[in-house]
Each structure stands twice: as structure tokens, then as C-alpha cells.
């Protein structure tokens, strides 16, 4: 009988041993996230972005770095609040047995796995990982992603992935659809929610930023020399097209790069949903330079279009005043001819990655820096001129004064920039090498610099002449009215505390008339993501 | 299942002795009263703490009978926080009254364990099997064991060697494909009492976890998919021999310890990495020597010396974005020389003993990615500890200096009183000072643009205080038979190091600013009759930033437990444990935070060879099996934001001693 009951035990206790749970039977864990009066704040650190929604200025979007969401924003509450009230779905997810057995995320909703995609066609087991993001219109967002290369569209209002059509132009002298191997076969339209900038790029002679000659890429044909796009920056939209900035970093311990790319997409969303394919005219544009980051959509007094690419140049990690590596400049693209037309080389500056700060006149254009207190610009008037790139000189044309009769364009440049203050119980710029950014109000009543070391914004005066013909005067078209801490600095005894702030935009129309609350607003990487509202101009 | 089990029980009433001849419990908290064990051959370190300290020893043989494992056991301290970070071979991590890992040093029978690599040790490296106790100082108590005792320290307890030969087997299975087996002999020969012990672990370790969601103004935010963790395969091989003999009146012990470890590391669950692992080799050796000094009535000198070794690879052949595949190889010498002297006397009305302790030790590291680096330090510890009134008043005051290369001389002083007015009750009050040096990987951390280590560290400097009593029941009645243990605490952290943020992209520790702990501790053991026995353990911890008056990150408000076990302990256990995990902290400004939670484990364990119609008890002097799940209610649980843990699951074990 005991032999009996041992037995019965065994057996019992080794088919429990079977009985593994998964985990599900309560809810998800989940983490909770509390604002402050201030913050909206999420997960994952440094937020992806921040950006204004077209309309009245009363609506943001943001991106949360892990898990990848884009996040819209109400900025008519105080904090801010998300647009979307119900639940936020992850976004899709296959399983992939080519990386790992994982069920891995399917941003672009083609059915299959990013990373397993990604592999297949020889860039290996990479997920997306967010970038930046670009307000397409107001009900859309293109999310760029790096690893798994895109702009993924979604909707802030919902935060729901958002339809596209992708259509592959045929072969032709200038396009080969073998160069974009994420892309649907010519004539096989496919809806997604995402569109491919990986592109392989093929260039004879051509060196990276390290000096070192480009070879064959294995991801490409391997054979003939080129390499294939990657880290997907700035966007920006013109004409019915959509430009992306590809910086396409090789090895990050070497700050190498691959010559800098515009990849250039027709976008027509008078369709349901929007039609999108790689321009067959020109896909992909050169640039002067390495790491473009930021793209700005311009178009001059005369209506002529143009695209504005900050190439930030090389840049390394870590700190000290030699982590640019290779010449910052602003590189100017017809959007009719999709040509080069000129570039302003602004010295090794190392340009912001966002896309430029415009002021109301429409004169000057502002960037931050990446890598120090500064801002850089240019002025915008010498790009009036619609001769300019149509005439016999070779192109680009040079906007530095040695191209005439074109003007020099430089205003703030890397030997000349705009110097922003340094917060007295800041960290000393040889331990933190700060990164800034600008925005100007649409009114022209003032610009806004944040420090992401210093944790302070500077309030900035703009002054233009009323006439374009009237040559700039750095010394006096900007200065720093006053500065306001907003966050603390990047120094030890702040590891709790609000800091690293990075990206600022400024609420259009006029507190307490146009809107309640706060008139400026900025993104905070530690110690959790958030964005902050707070008041410049507005009465607390 | 439970008519086996009553069947069992009622067999048991037969077949055992009577119910006041079965163990006390196991869970003590003062020296004195710990189960008592006739020391036959050569016994392994005492408790080595100063009366009145916080202290809890806990006896390993009847917890592995349950099936439970090292984290198991010292999660059921109070004050003791266990942060697990996977599965079942997976890492983890131990916070005493809110203290970060490196500031609570660990040792194998006094013998430093933890790694001046990154300063705290790696416990997931070691078996219960090769151990005969559990012993954890809590707060000040701990101070005098020199850098890094912040938190507390935890003394694991060899198994002691024995006269009579002893042979030890056990073997299990479990969920997720795994397996483990030890096998421990103990015996004499000639002069010297010998035993070698040998534990390995595998397990393939994946395991199905629902994702997290992210609550944001109200707004839930993904979707708690069941996926897949993967990269769990873990394997583990400990070896432990020991020789002792007495030499003249004096006692020699030598011990071996070699650990391997090779295991996955998953990452977190947003970045699962397929192929990343670690590879860790460590030895421990060293000589002990203890003898009374026949010269010097009531004098006792020991010695000892020791060398460890870790050698620790780490793999990730699949790069980051842009990034190189990471390969390092890293090997870390310790080598310790320490010697002491004891004195007793009675005088001035009272016992006292004086003690002095001197200690010498130099670190070393290599590695393929960095320049060696080296430092040596050593400290000399000076304790009185006094009693009057037959014992009824205790105090000791102590005093450790410490010094290291590079680095300023350290007095940490402690005072330790302990009174008891009535025999019930037990009266205890704390204070010291602790600190603790950067380690070589907070110094030295190679620069790899992204990340470097900080030479300009300053010591962690600390100073805690604790009040507590004992009440232990003053009936003389066996539904009175109970233990109230309850103490409040407090600490303060200046210079804390931590990994920050330094400039736009490069993360470097640094000295941040003051954290202030206080909290509570209550431990309660209830045992009305020898088949029930009761402990529950409640700790509150309010850990927080002196500047903002945020949480510090990691540290659960709140940890109750509780623990009933039924039937006769030396033959068959039905044991039920609630556990209950406060809010958790997962951010620096106290933003994010991990909902509470309860979980449920259980076990049952049977002595085969306690039950008369079975031969098992010709064979050996026990023969358990035992069954225990974790996590009943299948909760997905977490105790770090991106590092999930396994939902229900259950495991066999078998344990023979002959």
C-alpha cells in the first residue's frame, strides 16, 4: 500500500513538473508613469523627437524611444495629455525563426518580422529602432527608424500604425528597383504602414569620412562599390514629395561615415490611402558632406522650393572640444531639377540634427549644435536669387563668398557661431559636451535655445532688417534677452532630477488670448522621457 | 495528491518520535538561540557578530529538502530584498534595508566572496547543497566587516565536517529543462576530517512571459503579448573540498572552492540578444588556523589566508547598430592575509573580551580591453565587548581602520548595546559607520566613447543606527510558543556612486549626492504545536533622494511575507508562503513605478525513509522527495522594468543522506 502511495506521489508531483504557466493569468505588468505639473512623462529615456501638429499649434506629437510608440499631445492641458484616451497598441508583432524564434515587431505590417526581413535581404536580425519624427499632416506622422530603415506612418490622434501604398517605378536609366531591396516588385503595389529607406547607393572613388575608400557592400551587389543607406534622420515634405536624410554611420567607435544621401519619394495623398514610391527621376541625392541630419522644406520669396539639409558632419562619442570630425554645412536642393545647387560650408561646427529654425520674416535660419553651446545660421536671402543653380557654374555653388555674384550665405559658423550662455553651476563643457536646440516663434516675437547640459533655455531677440537687400549683422540680428532654468544640470548631485533637455518648440499665437498655459514647451531625457511645458512670455 | 499526503501524515504519527522531539524552527535571529548542533569534527566559523546586532541564521538541510534555492532562503530575511532578474540560472541581486549589491559583501566562512571587480558578488554562482547555514547582519552590525558592509553582510556556512562518514545525494527536475544534482561526501581519515561536495546545474531556462504595458496619464500604452524569453541556457558547476585537523590545541581548516558559470544573458525584453553569454571561472582558497594560547588564560590567536581567482568572459557577437561585436575577457586576483587575537577576562564586575583583528589584502586585474591595474589596503579592528549583571547588559564598542592605495585612512567606528531587563525580552541598539571604495570597474572602466570609468571616486560614506527588541513568549505553554523580533532602522549614503549620464551620449559613475533609508523590520515565528509553525516577516523601507525627496530606484516600499508549515518537520512538510512586493520604484525621479504584487509558492516534502513499511530506511538516514511550485497564481511578475520572470512552475527533488 505505501509502495503504492509513494508511487501515486511520484507521479503526481512529476506531472505537476509539466505544468509550466506563462505568466498570463493576472495582467500584464505594468509601469506606471506619473506627470508632474510640469511633464508628461513615458519610458525609454530620450524622447524621439517633439514636433507641432499643422492646425492651430494646440496639438504635439512625440516618439517614445522603448517601447517605440508615437505619442500626440494635447497642449491645451497643463501638463500635457495624450490625444489618445484609449488603449495604445504595441505595434504588431511575428514570429521570426530566422533571429531567434522571437515573435519580433512588424512595424511595417507586410506579415513579416522587421528583423527577419532584414535579414533575409543581408542587413541582418535589426529591429527599428526611432529616430526622429516629421508631421506629414495633422492625422500623420512619419516615425524614421534606424536598424530596420523607414518612416513609419502613424496616426497621433490614435497612435495607431496608418496605411500607405507603396508603388515601385519600373526600370529606367534613372532608377533601378534592385536598389531598393525592401520594395514591392515593379507593379506589385502593396499597402503598408511603413516605407523602406534602406537604398543602395553605388559610387566609383568615393571615400568616407574617415578617408577610407568606399568598397562593395555585401548588402548590395557586392561587387560594385557603394553602400547601403541607413540611420534614417530628418524628413521633410515639398511639392508633393517626401526628403529623407540618410547619415548612414558605419562604425560609431570610428565616427565613420558614409557619404551623406537625400533619398527622395513621391507622396500623393489626395489618394486613400497615400500613394508613395521612390522618385523615379532622382532617388537618391548626394550630398557635399557626411551625417546629414536635419531637412527643412523652404521656399523663397519668388516661390521657388527648396530643401535644406544639414549635414552635420562626422561626429565622435564621448567628450572634449575634437569630436567633429569632418565639415558641417547646409546643402541646398531644387526641388524641381531634385539637383545640388549649392552648399554653405559652415567649418566644423557640428550642425544640430534638427531641421532648421526659420524666423516669421523668413531671413535667417538657425540650428543648434550637436556637440557644443552654440547656434549656427545662415541667411536666407541669399538663396532669393532663382538663378541660382541654373546658370553654367558647376554645382554646387559655393555660398561662401567666393562664388560670385552669389552672396555668402554664413551668418553663425563654426569659427564665428552664435555663443549661448553657460549656466554658472553647469557642468564645465570639457565634461559635457552640450548639444542645443533653436525655435522661433511664428510671430517673430522671440526664439527659444535650449542646453542640454546646462538643463537652461535662452530667450533670444530677433532682429532682421525690413529690407532682404540689407546685408545681416551677426552682432545684432540675435542676441540672448534673458535665460531661464528649466531643468537641472547634467552634474552629479542632479541624478533624480529633471535634465537633459534637448528638443524645444514654441506654441504659436499669444498666451492668455490664444491659449492658457504654457507657450513653450521641451523634451527631457532623464530620468524618465518627458515633455515639459513652461512660460516665457505666458504669466505663471 | 492530498489523500498521498494525509495518508503520509498519518503514518507519520507512527512512525516519529514525539512532536517535542522534532527541530525547533530554523529562522533565528540571535546566536544564542539557534538550533543546536553537536559539533563533532572540525566546526566552521560561528556567527561572527557583536551582541546586539540584527543578525538571522538560517539552516540549509530541511529548506533543500522543500526544494528551495539559495535566493529563496534569504528572501525570507526580513530587510532583505532578492531582485531577480530572469530565470531559473538567471543573476541576482540582494539589497539589505534598501543598500545597492556592492554594499553587501559576502562571505564563505569569513572569506571575502565578492569580486572587487564591480564589488558585489554573483550568488547565483553557488548551490545550497554545499551549505549548512545562512547567516545575514543586518544595518550597523555588519559594519566591521570594513568596505562595502553598508547594507548588511551575508556569511554563508560551509557544511562542517564530520567524524562519522557521511555520504549526500540529491538530485531534481523542473520546468524549463532543468536539471540539477549534488553529491557531498564527509569522512574521516587518519587525523583529518575531509569532505568534497560537488553541485551542478542546467537548464535550458526560456521560458513564456507576458510583455509589459506602459500606464502613461491613464492611458495604457502596448499590449502584454505572451512572448518568448530567450537566451536563458544556463550551466553551473560548484566544487567545495575541505581537510581540518586539530594541530596541538589549535584547529586547521583549508578549503577549495571552484565555481563555474556559463550561462545566456537575454537582455532586456525589448532587446532580447539571441547569442549574448558570459563565461565565469572563480576559485576560492584558503588556510584557517585557530588555537587557544596556552600561556594566556582565556587568549586565542587565528590566522588566515586566502587567494581568489575570477576569470569572467563576456560575448556578444552580435553588434549593436553601427556598433563592434563585444569580447572581453576579464581576470581579477585577490589575496588576503589576516590574523587575530582574542582575550577574555572578567573585571570591574563584568566578562569582557577584547579582540583585535589585523588584515592585509591585494587586488589585481587584467583584462584584454584594459590597462592591468592593481591596489593593496589593509585594516587593523580593535572590539570590547563587555557584559555585567550575568549577561543582562551587553556592550561593544569597536573600531575598524582601513586604508587603501590612493585613498584617505577610514576610521569606522560602531557601538552595540544589549540589554535584557526581564528574560522575555531582549533590548538591542545599533550605531556605526560603514563605507565602501569604488571598485575597479567604477575606477578603471575602459573608455569606449559611450562609457568609462571615473579615477577621481570617492568613497561611499555612510552611517546607519538601528533600535530593536525581542520579545520571545514568557509562557510556559506550547500555544504560546512564539517570537516577536522588531527593529526600526536608518541610514544615510553620502557620495553614492552611481552610473550617470555625463555629457550627450557617455554614461561614467560618479559620486552623487546624500539618500536617506529608514524603515522597519518585524519578524514574528508562532509555533502552537510541533505541526504548525508559523513565520511572517513584514519590512517597510523608505528609501529617498535628500535633495528631492524622491525614491531611490529598485527599493520595494514594502515586503511581506508569510510562511506556514504543516506536520511533523522531520518527516513530512506542507508548507504554503504568500509573498508580498510593495510598489516598486523603477526610476531615479520617481516617475515609473512597478505595480505590487502577491505571488504564492508551496511544497511538500516526505522523509521516505521515515516510513516503516518502506526499505528506504535500511538504506539511508533519509530519503526526501519534495515538490514545489513558485508562482501558483501564474502572475507575471518583474522586479526590474525590462527583465521579466517566469510565470508558474514547479520542480522535483529527491535527497538521500546515508
Known amino acids: ?540 | 495528491m492530498a489523500l498521498v499526503l494525509a495518508a503520509a501524515m498519518v503514518e507519520a504519527t507512527v512512525a516519529r518520535p514525539s512532536a517535542a522531539e522534532s527541530s525547533a524552527s530554523e529562522l533565528d535571529t540571535s546566536d544564542d538561540s539557534f538550533e543546536e548542533v553537536i559539533v563533532t569534527g572540525v566546526a566552521p566559523p560561528s556567527m561572527d557578530v557583536l551582541a546586539g546586532a540584527t543578525a538571522t541564521r538560517i539552516a540549509t538541510d530541511s529548506r533543500l529538502a522543500e526544494g528551495q534555492q539559495l535566493a529563496d532562503v534569504l528572501a525570507e530575511i526580513p530587510g532583505v530584498q532578492i531582485r531577480r532578474f530572469g530565470g531559473v540560472g538567471e543573476r541576482f541581486e540582494i539589497s539589505i534595508r534598501g543598500s545597492r549589491p556592492e554594499q553587501v559583501p559576502v562571505f564563505l566562512d569569513g572569506v571575502r566572496l565578492d569580486t572587487s571587480l564591480t564589488g558585489a558578488s554573483d550568488l547565483s554562482a553557488l548551490c545550497l547543497d554545499v551549505l549548512e547555514e545562512v547567516q545575514v547582519v543586518r544595518g550597523p552590525g555588519a559594519s566591521r566587516a570594513g568596505t562595502g558592509a553598508i547594507g548588511g553582510v551575508v556569511n554563508l556556512v560551509s557544511r562542517r565536517l564530520t567524524d562519522e562518514p557521511e555520504t549526500r545525494l540529491r538530485v531534481s527536475g523542473g520546468n524549463f529543462g532543468t536539471a540539477e544534482g549534488s553529491a557531498r561526501h564527509a569522512r574521516r581519515i587518519g587525523d583529518w576530517d575531509a569532505s568534497l561536495g560537488y553541485c551542478g546545474f542546467h537548464t535550458e531556462g526560456d521560458f513564456r512571459f507576458q510583455q509589459s504595458r506602459r500606464v502613461i496619464d491613464g492611458v495604457s500604452v502596448g499590449s502584454g503579448d505572451t512572448v518568448e524569453r530567450i537566451n536563458n541556457q544556463s550551466d553551473r558547476h560548484t566544487a567545495l573540498a575541505q581537510v581540518g585537523r586539530t594541530l596541538g590545541q589549535g584547529e586547521l581548516r583549508m578549503t577549495q572552492l571552484v565555481t563555474y558559470l556559463e550561462r545566456g544573458v537575454p537582455g532586456s525584453e525589448f532587446d532580447q540578444r539571441a547569442r549574448s553569454h558570459e563565461t565565469d571561472l572563480s576559485t576560492l582558497s584558503s588556510v584557517a588556523f585557530g588555537t587557544p594560547l596556552a600561556a594566556l588564560k582565556g587568549a586565542s590567536l587565528d590566522f588566515l589566508a586566502s587567494h581568489r581567482f575570477e576569470q569572467s568572459d563576456y560575448h556578444d557577437p552580435d553588434a549593436f547598430i553601427a556598433g563592434d561585436s563585444i569580447d572581453t575577457e576579464t581576470g581579477v586576483h585577490n589575496l588576503t592575509a589576516r590574523s587575530g587575537a582574542r582575550l577574555e577576562r572578567a573585571l570591574l564586575a563584568g566578562e569582557h573580551a577584547f579582540s583585535l583583528l589585523a588584515e592585509g589584502r591585494f587586488d589585481e586585474r587584467s583584462s584584454n580591453d584594459a590597462n592591468q591595474k592593481s591596489r593593496y589596503g589593509g585594516a587593523l579592528r580593535a572590539e570590547l565587548e563587555s557584559s555585567w549583571l550575568s549577561q543582562r547588559l551587553r556592550i561593544s564598542p569597536s573600531l575598524r581602520m582601513e586604508s587603501w592605495q590612493g585613498l584617505d585612512v577610514e576610521w569606522i567606528p560602531g557601538l552595540h548595546l544589549l540589554a535584557t531587563p526581564i528574560e522575555w525580552l531582549d533590548l538591542r541598539a545599533a550605531g556605526a559607520r560603514s563605507y565602501r571604495i569604488p571598485s575597479f570597474q567604477e575606477l578603471y572602466l575602459p573608455d569606449r566613447g559611450f562609457e568609462r570609468g571615473n579615477e577621481d571616486l570617492r568613497p561611499e560614506d555612510a552611517l546607519s543606527g538601528e533600535v530593536g527588541a525581542t520579545i520571545r513568549s514568557p509562557f510556559d505553554s506550547d500555544w504560546l510558543d512564539f517570537q516577536l523580533e522588531a527593529t526600526w532602522f536608518w541610514s544615510r549614503i553620502d557620495d553614492s556612486i552611481a552610473f550617470q549620464l555625463i555629457s550627450t551620449n557617455v554614461v561614467a559613475p560618479v559620486n552623487t549626492g546624500r539618500s536617506d533609508t529608514r524603515g522597519y523590520e518585524l519578524a514574528l515565528r508562532y509555533s502552537p504545536h510541533a505541526w504548525l509553525r508559523i513565520l511572517a516577516s513584514r519590512t517597510v523601507t523608505d528609501a529617498e533622494i535628500a535633495d528631492t525627496g524622491n525614491p531611490v530606484a529598485g527599493i520595494a516600499a514594502s515586503q511581506t511575507d508569510g510562511r506556514l508549515e504543516l506536520g511533523p518537520a522531520d518527516l513530512l512538510k506542507l508548507v504554503g508562503e504568500v509573498h508580498y512586493t510593495g510598489r516598486i520604484p523603477v526610476s531615479g525621479g520617481g516617475a515609473a513605478s512597478l505595480s505590487s504584487r502577491i505571488t504564492w509558492d508551496a511544497s511538500a516534502s516526505l522523509d521516505l525513509a521515515q516510513l516503516k513499511r518502506l526499505p528506504f530506511g535500511k538504506l539511508s538516514k533519509s530519503l526526501w522527495i519534495s515538490v514545489r511550485g513558485r508562482n501558483l497564481s501564474n502572475e507575471a511578475v518583474r522586479d526590474g522594468r525590462y527583465f521579466p520572470r517566469p510565470g508558474r512552475n514547479f520542480a522535483v527533488a529527491l535527497e538521500s543522506v546515508f
Open chain 1, 1 to 540: 500500500m505505501d509502495a503504492i502511495r509513494v508511487a501515486l506521489l511520484v507521479a503526481l508531483t512529476f506531472a505537476l513538473a509539466g505544468c509550466a504557466g506563462d505568466a498570463s493569468d493576472g495582467e500584464a505588468p505594468a509601469i506606471e508613469f506619473s506627470s508632474s505639473s510640469e511633464c508628461i512623462r513615458f519610458d525609454g529615456g530620450f524622447p524621439s523627437g517633439l514636433t507641432l501638429l499643422p492646425g492651430d499649434g494646440s496639438e504635439a506629437a512625440t516618439g517614445q524611444l522603448t517601447p517605440t510608440a508615437v505619442l500626440g499631445l494635447d497642449l491645451d492641458h497643463e501638463p500635457p495629455r495624450l490625444l489618445a484616451r484609449d488603449e495604445i497598441p504595441s505595434f504588431p508583432s511575428v514570429g521570426c525563426g530566422r533571429c531567434g524564434g522571437l515573435a519580433r515587431v512588424d512595424s511595417d505590417s507586410d506579415g513579416e518580422a522587421d528583423a527577419c526581413r532584414s535579414d533575409e535581404l543581408g542587413f541582418r536580425c535589426f529591429s527599428p529602432v526611432a529616430g526622429d519624427l516629421f508631421a506629414v499632416d495633422a492625422r500623420r506622422i512619419a516615425l524614421s527608424t534606424s536598424g530596420y530603415e523607414q518612416l513609419v506612418f502613424v496616426d497621433p490622434q490614435t497612435s495607431t500604425l496608418l496605411p500607405v501604398e507603396l508603388s515601385t517605378p519600373p526600370a529606367s536609366a534613372s532608377f533601378e528597383p534592385s536598389d531598393w531591396p525592401f520594395w514591392p516588385t515593379p507593379g506589385a503595389a502593396q499597402v503598408r504602414t511603413a516605407i523602406s529607406t534602406r537604398a543602395c547607393v553605388y559610387l566609383d572613388g568615393a571615400i568616407d569620412s574617415s578617408g577610407d575608400p568606399i568598397g562593395s557592400s555585401s548588402s548590395c551587389d557586392g561587387i560594385r562599390a557603394g553602400f547601403a543607406t541607413g540611420f534614417t534622420a530628418g524628413v521633410a515634405r515639398a511639392d508633393g514629395r517626401l526628403y529623407v536624410a540618410t547619415s548612414t554611420l558605419l562604425r560609431s567607435s570610428r565616427a565613420q561615415y558614409a557619404p551623406g544621401t537625400l533619398l527622395v519619394f513621391d507622396y500623393d495623398d489626395t489618394r486613400s490611402p497615400p500613394l508613395t514610391r521612390p522618385s523615379a527621376e532622382q532617388s537618391v541625392i548626394l550630398l557635399s558632406g557626411f551625417n546629414p541630419t536635419g531637412v527643412t522644406a523652404y521656399r523663397t520669396p519668388s516661390g521657388r522650393d527648396l530643401i535644406l539639409v544639414s549635414l552635420t558632419g562626422a561626429i565622435a562619442i564621448g567628450t572634449g572640444s575634437d569630436l567633429v570630425r569632418s565639415d558641417s554645412a547646409i546643402d541646398v536642393i531644387d526641388a524641381e531639377s531634385l539637383a545640388l545647387i549649392a552648399t554653405i560650408p559652415l567649418g566644423r561646427a557640428g550642425l544640430g540634427f534638427t531641421e532648421l529654425a526659420i524666423d516669421a520674416s523668413g531671413r535667417i535660419a538657425l540650428v543648434g549644435a550637436a556637440t557644443s553651446r552654440a547656434l549656427f545660421g545662415i541667411d536666407l536671402a541669399a538663396l532669393d536669387d532663382p538663378n541660382l543653380g541654373l546658370g553654367p557654374e558647376p554645382l554646387p555653388v559655393v555660398l561662401d563668398g567666393s562664388s560670385p555674384p552669389f552672396p555668402d550665405a554664413r551668418l553663425f559658423t563654426a569659427s564665428a557661431p552664435f555663443a549661448l550662455p553657460h549656466r554658472s553651476n553647469g557642468p564645465p563643457s570639457s565634461e559635457c559636451a552640450t548639444q542645443t536646440s533653436v525655435a522661433l516663434s511664428r510671430d517673430g516675437a522671440f526664439g527659444v535655445a535650449s542646453d542640454f547640459c546646462d538643463g537652461m533655455l535662452s530667450v533670444l531677440a530677433v532682429e532682421t532688417p525690413a529690407s532682404r537687400a540689407t546685408a545681416l549683422d551677426p552682432g545684432t540680428v540675435l542676441r540672448v534677452d534673458r535665460t531661464q532654468n528649466v531643468a537641472a544640470p547634467l552634474v552629479a548631485e542632479s541624478a533624480d532630477a529633471l535634465r537633459a533637455i534637448d528638443r524645444v518648440l514654441i506654441r504659436p499665437g499669444e498666451p492668455g488670448i490664444d491659449f492658457d498655459g504654457p507657450d513653450v514647451y521641451f523634451s527631457a531625457g532623464l530620468p524618465e522621457a518627458a515633455v515639459c511645458g513652461t512660460n516665457i512670455n505666458a504669466l505663471d
